[in-house]
């Protein structure tokens, strides 16, 4: 039997358990039956947890706003609007006290 390669490290040694297949080398378990949105662009925070549209988040650090003397500071809340495949700046926010702009996702973390 041929089964897909692991869709985490792309490793062939996938078997099958139950519903599921798991790769033995990352550990990466999913299933194929599954349609979950692969359109949608995975983004983590600088803790490494995955953020989704609708999460609150807070600053990590200081941030200056291009174009602006404004400058963020560290603990500021925002609400994530939408998860964009951006080379600098991934999410598209709501910031407390700022309004709507695009922050990294490396400088936030999940609230």
């Known amino acids: 039997m041929s089964f897909p390669p692991c869709p985490q490290c792309n ?3 996938v078997y099958q358990d139950l519903a599921n297949y798991v790769c033995p080398e990352c550990a990466y378990e999913w299933n194929p039956s599954d349609t979950s949105d692969t359109d949608t662009p995975s983004v983590k925070d600088a803790n490494g947890t995955l953020l989704l549209e609708g999460d609150k988040i807070t600053l ?3 941030l200056k706003v291009k174009g602006s003397s ?5 603990g500021t809340k ?3 609007r939408r998860i964009v495949d951006g080379k600098d700046h991934q999410l598209d926010c709501k910031v407390d006290g700022a309004g709507e702009m695009m922050v990294t996702a490396a400088f936030v973390k999940k609230a």
């Open 70 to 74: 404004l400058v963020l500071k560290i």
């Open 78 to 80: 925002a609400v994530i």
């Open 60 to 62: 990590a650090k200081d």
């Open 11 to 13: 490793s062939e040694y």
